[in-house]
């Protein structure tokens, strides 16, 4: 077979991870009862108990973003009672080994029991060495590198003493407006299920009980990427049929691969918040899918319950909560404050507490806190981990897998090295801090490499290049438009990098419109009056609605937030030392009023055909196309997909069906293809999406090659949520696409019988 989907050797390394966190999960069911679990319940307080569930913000860390919603301990000193009295599970979001193992210290030699502590944070995309955020990356098209990367934050993030990342957020994201598409895979279920699996193997490794693992922490169960009008902590009113089908296959894929906790959402789904939503933490995770792990509140979401209306006070909050099977409460006291007289009063019953704490002691077994507690708390490994060469190599190779390439009208890209200027205009060509994106929390801005030094490194020190900002993010700046035309006017090409600040687009960062912002917009249409050829880089954190003079540039690039080699990544592709390859994880919309859009909505009983009919499903002023389509990506090269054949006319239970395609690259340069499998059943039970994508394949083309790709189906990749909730696949006739995109390929047709 041609192309490929994973290499043999990640595969049976993908095979061993599994196999050991298989026996890791074992550990952790509560059909055996481990000996020195129970006797450890024996012999806790309620308070102790309580004290197991909850985990605090490291102090130094604690007050400075919301001061008045800080209910943790915010002095090292406080920090250090609080362990001594068995009252703290563990500690997040603090970096220091030495404190850290001071605190275990104290934790199993002073504390009355022993229990260790167990610490925490968000490592989302890297630690020192940042890799590309996380939409960024899904771009690449490829799990594989999305497992090699978290592996590498986990080798670093574990040097400083943590176990345990609050990550992956594999939250299924369809609205753009929403600040937090950045920290996720995109708006299609299959392929974030493929980077939610990658990405909880890659940090966790082969062994939990390994200084080097980092408990993965999938997020945030469920619904957060459907909250209304693209509002971050909005309410999400999803019915359970699109919930089952496009909300929770990604976290069962993460379970599926080792993952034991994970994280509550903020959202309520259909009214009740996910943090005490019995339904979700008990009837679904546990009941149905049997997870053996524990479940983590988001930060201070506890108390939230009473902002949602859905609780009277904290005691009532933690009740409900507790009583969901919310097992830890992250970021405040409201479990210590308040379990121990819920108990007394008889309102909580102490077996529902003693449940939840077992979760927490087996989940501390399971990666070796009992037996070793000083597990990745050895300070000297801090400067050995960091920022080692293959480790800046991998923040180079996966940033540049992760751009791009939208436009390139008359091969504009690549730029010659020799023989042109250039003038590099916009507010991020010579910032190294904007590299690197909101949630990298260990990174160093200074560390970072900004497109102009990027590219002084590519063309030397005999480059013709002018470096002009031209206008700030979102405000002008005085003489900018003018310094930046004059600049373009001396210049062969001008290179424009434009787009979003890292708080643009992150938590708590949702907007109205997605578009570029008006001084940057302002700032393209002057130079794009200059008639000079214009390529457009696009800094961003989600799918863009792109106006005017952006839009219309010869040649465009979407760069996301790229981390610490972003200069360096962009540099490669655009003087041509490395090709394009990667592609949009997410549809952009024509204008920001289509939001939500995503490739694979249901069809309508009254789709659009002709633009200028009126009673179809449309807006009057915008075709119901995408600017640029999920899974669209260009290369240096011209690739001709050809017919998509199958071997057979059906597809039976227990049969496999090989469909392929002879692809061709046309043009003079090799290419990186990433040919896409898409399906659409012609009836069901339930409208079904247009397309859906059920495979992807990497493929390597020289000038002039032809290679074909395979694909296989089975019955079960044909399933899908029925009425009576159930996950079946229905005889019937079915078409079938190989594509380079959501909308491109020959259609093919099959039936299962």
């Not at 000996?35 to 490291?58: C, H, N, Y």
């Not at 507690?373 to 800046?392: F, N």
């Not at 952009?588 to 859009?597: I, L, R």
Request: charged share 25%; aromatic share 8%; hydrophobic share 45%.
């Amino acid at each position: 077979m041609s192309g490929r989907a994973f290499s043999r050797r990640a595969f049976l390394a993908s095979s061993v991870a599994l196999a050991t966190v298989a026996r890791a999960m074992a550990a952790t069911r509560p059909q055996a009862p481990d000996p020195q679990i129970e006797d450890l319940l024996r012999r806790m307080t309620l308070e102790e108990k309580a004290g197991q569930l909850s985990v605090f913000r490291s102090p130094g860390f604690s007050a400075k973003e919301n001061p008045q919603r800080s209910h943790e301990p915010a002095t090292r000193e406080e920090a250090r009672a609080i362990v001594g009295r068995g009252m703290a599970s563990g500690f997040f979001n603090g970096f220091d080994p030495v404190f850290n193992r001071e605190l275990q210290r104290i934790a199993v030699e002073d504390s009355r029991l022993g229990v260790p502590l167990i610490f925490a944070a968000d490592v989302i995309h890297g630690f020192k060495t940042t890799f590309p955020v996380p939409i960024a990356e899904a771009a690449s098209f490829d799990p594989e590198l999305c497992r090699r990367t978290a592996r590498a934050s986990a080798e670093e993030a574990t040097a400083v003493g943590l176990h345990w990342t609050f990550a992956p957020a594999v939250d299924v994201a369809r609205d753009e407006r929403w600040g937090r598409v950045m920290g996720g895979a995109g708006e299609d279920t299959w392929l974030d299920a493929q980077i939610s699996a990658a990405r909880v193997r890659g940090f966790q490794g082969e062994d939990l009980r390994a200084d080097n693992s980092l408990l993965a922490c999938p997020k945030h169960f469920a619904g957060y990427g459907a909250v209304e009008g693209g509002m971050d902590y909005n309410t999400a009113d999803i019915s359970e049929i699109t919930l089952r089908q496009v909300h929770l296959p990604p976290f069962r894929a993460a379970f599926a691969a080792g993952a034991l906790t994970t994280m509550a959402a903020f959202n309520d789904v259909a009214g009740v918040p996910s943090t005490a939503d019995r339904r979700l933490l008990t009837e679904i995770l546990r009941d149905e899918w049997r997870f053996p792990g524990l479940v983590v509140s988001d930060f201070q979401s506890v108390r939230e319950l009473i902002a949602h209306g859905y609780a009277a006070d904290e005691a009532d909050a933690a009740l409900k909560a507790l009583g969901a099977g919310c097992d830890v409460s992250l970021g405040d006291e409201i479990y210590c404050n308040h379990i121990p007289a819920l108990v007394r009063s008889g309102r909580l019953p102490e077996a529902t507490l003693d449940e939840s704490v077992r979760r927490v002691l087996r989940l501390k077994k399971a990666i070796g806190l009992f037996e070793n507690p000083y597990r990745s708390l050895d300070p000297g490994r801090v400067q050995k981990a960091m920022r080692r060469p293959e480790t800046i190599a991998l923040a180079r190779e996966s940033a540049r897998k992760s751009i791009v390439l939208l436009k390139n009208e008359n091969d504009l890209l690549p730029l010659s090295k020799s023989g042109k200027s250039f003038a590099f205009i916009g507010p991020f060509v010579s910032s190294k801090a904007q590299s690197l994106g909101y949630s990298s929390l260990g990174g160093e801005p200074e560390l970072a490499v900004s497109l102009e030094e990027g590219v002084r490194a590519a063309l030397g020190s005999d480059a013709r290049c002018a470096f002009t900002p031209g206008s700030a993010a979102e405000s002008a700046l005085p003489g900018g438009i003018e310094a930046a035309v004059a600049a373009a006017r001396e210049a062969d090409v001008a290179v424009l990098f434009l787009g979003e600040t890292g708080e643009m687009s992150d938590e708590g960062a949702s907007t109205s419109s997605i578009v570029i912002p008006r001084p940057q917009q302002e700032l393209a249409q002057a130079v794009a009056a200059t008639g000079k050829p214009m390529v457009v880089i696009l800094k961003h954190g989600r799918a863009l609605a792109l106006r005017g003079a952006v839009r219309d540039a010869p040649a465009i690039l979407c760069s996301w937030f790229l981390g610490s080699e972003s200069g360096h990544a962009l540099a490669d592709i655009l003087f041509g030392d490395h090709a394009p390859q990667a592609r949009l994880p997410v549809s952009f919309p024509q204008a920001p009023g289509q939001e939500p859009f995503y490739y694979d909505h249901r069809a309508t009983g009254r789709p659009q055909v002709d633009f200028h009919e009126r009673f179809v499903a449309h807006y009057r002023d915008v075709t119901n196309e995408p600017l640029y389509a999920f899974g669209h990506g260009l290369t240096y090269s011209a690739i001709d997909y050809g017919e998509t054949m199958i071997d057979a006319p059906r597809l039976t239970r227990d049969g496999v069906l090989k469909i392929s395609a002879r692809i061709v690259n046309k043009g003079p340069r090799a290419a990186h293809e990433i040919a896409q499998l898409y399906i659409h059943r012609r009836v069901a039970a339930i409208t079904q999406p247009v397309r859906e994508l059920k495979g992807i394949r990497h493929v390597a083309l020289a000038p002039g090659e032809t290679k074909e790709v395979l694909f296989e189906l089975r019955a079960s990749d044909l399933a899908y949520v029925h009425p009576d909730l159930s996950m079946r696949a229905d005889d019937g006739l079915f078409d079938v696409w190989i594509a380079p995109s959501a909308v491109g390929g020959r259609k093919a047709s099959f039936a299962l019988t």
